[in-house]
């Protein structure tokens, strides 16, 4: 049975599919360019071919990401105007700053990037090709900033008064700058590096699981487990920080994450779990004052419970569950890259041992889900308002007809958009093999073969 026509409930369930189809291909895209200027630097760094061929290998996949993520981008702006025309005939005057930043930051990072890739093996200097990607690495981070800070708005909206319904007294600059926007634009960035270092990784790892042992793939490895290590533990901060953020400004929303009922000190992190119809909680993990301690930082410290907000103001309790397996997966990520450098420190063959191995690999998809569980998190521990305190999401909904027939038809590009893209970096990396390249290239693999 299809559910009764509402647009307002067809126009989130598009823009969710939009938004978790997209941030798939935003991720990479930020953290990628990063990963590419590591592999260079080392490269030139040691005068070592595998380094360059990673990062030259690496830029080619991720052209076609970016064209994928370019599709569906332009796919969200539209959405923003047709699906939620109240929303942005309220918020975009206020928001058009970001919105156009994030456009003219995008252009930036293509430009440079349409450069790197032309000028390989055309400069007698390395460094000066390297310096090209720098400006692709702070094009797509700035990307990632400026579109943020919307979403960071629509948590905290400010820069803005309302007068009878009629938006006066514009401060863009407040808007993109409000109490949100350090800890949310910090946690998207920095998690779009570490999944897309396990992502990379999960590769190398998989190459190694199926045989090919070839030095370029362990040095694949090395390199992006040494970086998911490092962005892991920056993650754990700015998570922490994040939740010392939401116990402030959106108490309501940490509540409804960490099930937490009544306001009381010394409150214990619900983890897992089952909530019955009576409200009683059980099969869960609680760690006694580590909700006051990731609140305001100390084990005494009074946590605000759902007791002081009515029914129709909270957040749907099912967030408990995309918020544990965030921070689940998170978990797993620092500790898997932490044994690998510990094993690859104490120079352990184990570190290319099967469980090991196929835990990064492993590493690579839950990363992703983590994204997707994030974002999902963010935008459902928001509700009932696309407008925080200001304008619930029906409120800011089309009313128009055949909204369900859009879904329809973007479920099917989005199928063929995933189809191809998948097809075409199968395609280009298997027809050529990272050993065959470096043959070519007459760089051999110095017995360093295990």
């Known amino acids: 049975m299809f559910m009764e026509y509402d647009p307002a409930v067809y126009s989130r369930i598009l823009t969710g599919l939009t938004l978790g189809f997209h941030i798939i291909f935003a991720t990479i895209g930020v953290g990628i360019p990063l990963m590419i200027a590591l592999a260079e630097w080392m490269g030139i760094r040691k005068n070592d071919p595998h380094y360059r061929l990673l990062a030259r290998r690496w830029a080619r996949g991720f052209v076609v990401t970016v064209a994928v993520g370019v599709v569906t981008g332009t796919a969200i702006g539209l959405q923003l105007s047709l699906l939620w025309p109240n929303f942005m005939q309220l918020a975009g005057q206020t928001i058009s700053l970001p919105l156009?930043?994030?456009?003219?930051?995008?252009?930036?990072?293509?430009?440079?990037?349409?450069?790197?890739?032309?000028?390989?093996?055309?400069?007698?200097?390395?460094?000066?090709?390297?310096?090209?990607?720098?400006?692709?690495?702070?094009?797509?981070?700035?990307?990632?900033?400026?579109?943020?800070?919307?979403?960071?708005?629509?948590?905290?909206?400010?820069?803005?008064?309302?007068?009878?319904?009629?938006?006066?007294?514009?401060?863009?600059?407040?808007?993109?700058?409000?109490?949100?926007?350090?800890?949310?634009?910090?946690?998207?960035?920095?998690?779009?590096?570490?999944?897309?270092?396990?992502?990379?990784?999960?590769?190398?790892?998989?190459?190694?699981?199926?045989?090919?042992?070839?030095?370029?793939?362990?040095?694949?490895?090395?390199?992006?487990?040494?970086?998911?290590?490092?962005?892991?533990?920056?993650?754990?901060?700015?998570?922490?920080?994040?939740?010392?953020?939401?116990?402030?400004?959106?108490?309501?929303?940490?509540?409804?994450?960490?099930?937490?009922f009544e306001t009381e000190e010394e409150a214990p992190l619900v983890l897992g779990g089952y909530l019955e119809n009576d409200g009683e909680i059980k099969y869960a993990m609680e760690i006694p004052y580590a909700l006051s301690i990731l609140a305001h930082g100390t084990p005494g410290a009074e946590v605000i419970g759902l007791d002081q907000f009515p029914d129709e103001d909270t957040p749907p309790l099912i967030v408990h569950y995309f918020f544990d397996g965030m921070v689940f997966i998170g978990m797993y990520l620092a500790f898997v890259s932490m044994i690998y450098l510990l094993l690859s420190w104490k120079k352990q063959q184990l570190m290319h041992s099967k469980v090991l191995l196929w835990s990064i690999v492993a590493g690579g998809p839950l990363s992703i889900l983590a994204i997707e569980l994030g974002w999902v998190f963010a935008e459902i521990g928001r509700q009932p308002w696309i407008l925080y305190g200001i304008m619930r999401t029906p409120e800011g909904a089309t009313t128009s007809d055949h909204v369900d027939a859009m879904l329809y038809l973007f479920i099917g590009l989005y199928a063929i958009l995933g189809l191809s893209c998948s097809i075409v970096l199968k395609k280009m990396f298997n027809n050529n093999p990272a050993a065959h390249e470096l043959e070519q290239r007459g760089v051999e693999d110095r017995g360093e073969r295990t």
């Open 100 to 260: 156009f930043m994030e456009v003219f930051a995008f252009f930036f990072e293509a430009i440079f990037l349409g450069i790197y890739l032309y000028t390989w093996d055309r400069f007698k200097s390395r460094m000066k090709h390297f310096l090209l990607i720098i400006p692709v690495v702070i094009g797509a981070s700035f990307s990632a900033f400026f579109i943020t800070t919307v979403n960071s708005f629509m948590n905290a909206p400010q820069g803005f008064e309302l007068v009878n319904g009629v938006i006066t007294d514009i401060d863009p600059i407040a808007a993109m700058f409000n109490p949100a926007t350090p800890t949310k634009t910090a946690h998207v960035i920095i998690t779009c590096y570490l999944t897309s270092a396990f992502v990379l990784g999960m590769i190398g790892a998989f190459k190694i699981l199926k045989g090919d042992r070839h030095v370029y793939h362990k040095k694949a490895l090395h390199l992006t487990m040494m970086s998911a290590f490092v962005f892991s533990i920056a993650t754990v901060v700015i998570g922490d920080l994040s939740g010392k953020y939401l116990a402030e400004y959106q108490p309501e929303k940490l509540a409804a994450a960490e099930w937490h």
